[in-house]
C-alpha cells in the first residue's frame, strides 16, 4: 500500500491549496479515505473523510465549510481543497486509510499559511 500526498506550499492567509493523494496497492474504488494533519508542537488531528463511492464527506469542525473533500477513483486520486485558509490550517497534511485492519499513512506534504 502507498499513498503519495503533493500539493502543499506556502499561501497567504486567505488563499487556496488542492492537496492530492493517489492510492496504489489497494482496492482504492471501495476504500474509505482519510485526511489528516499535524501542527508543529501539536498531534495529529483528523480533518476529513471521503466514503468509498465519495457520496459521503465528513468533517473536523475546524475546517467545515471551508475545505472540500473529494475523489476521482478512476484516477485513484483522493483530493482536499482548501479554501479560506488561514494561519492555523498550517500543518503536514497526511492521507490515511485504514485497510484490513491496517493503518497505513502518506509521508504528508507540508501547508504553511503566512499571515
Known amino acids: 500500500v502507498q499513498l503519495q500526498a503533493s500539493g502543499g506550499g506556502l499561501v497567504q492567509a486567505g488563499g487556496s491549496l488542492r492537496l492530492s493523494c493517489k492510492g496504489t496497492?489497494?482496492?482504492?474504488?471501495?476504500?474509505?479515505l482519510d485526511w489528516y494533519r499535524q501542527a508543529p508542537g501539536a498531534q495529529r488531528e483528523f480533518v476529513a473523510r471521503?466514503?468509498?463511492?465519495?457520496?459521503?464527506?465528513d468533517y473536523a469542525d475546524a475546517v467545515k465549510g471551508r475545505f472540500t473533500v473529494s475523489r476521482d477513483n478512476v484516477r485513484r486520486t483522493l483530493y482536499l481543497q482548501m479554501d479560506s485558509l488561514s494561519a492555523e490550517d498550517t500543518a503536514v497534511y497526511y492521507c490515511?486509510?485504514?485497510?484490513?485492519?491496517?493503518?497505513?499513512w502518506g509521508p504528508g506534504t507540508l501547508v504553511t499559511v503566512s499571515s
Open positions: 490515511h486509510i485504514n485497510y484490513r485492519s491496517a493503518d497505513f
Open positions: 471521503s466514503s468509498s463511492g465519495g457520496d459521503r464527506a
Open positions: 496497492g489497494i482496492n482504492f474504488s471501495i476504500s474509505t
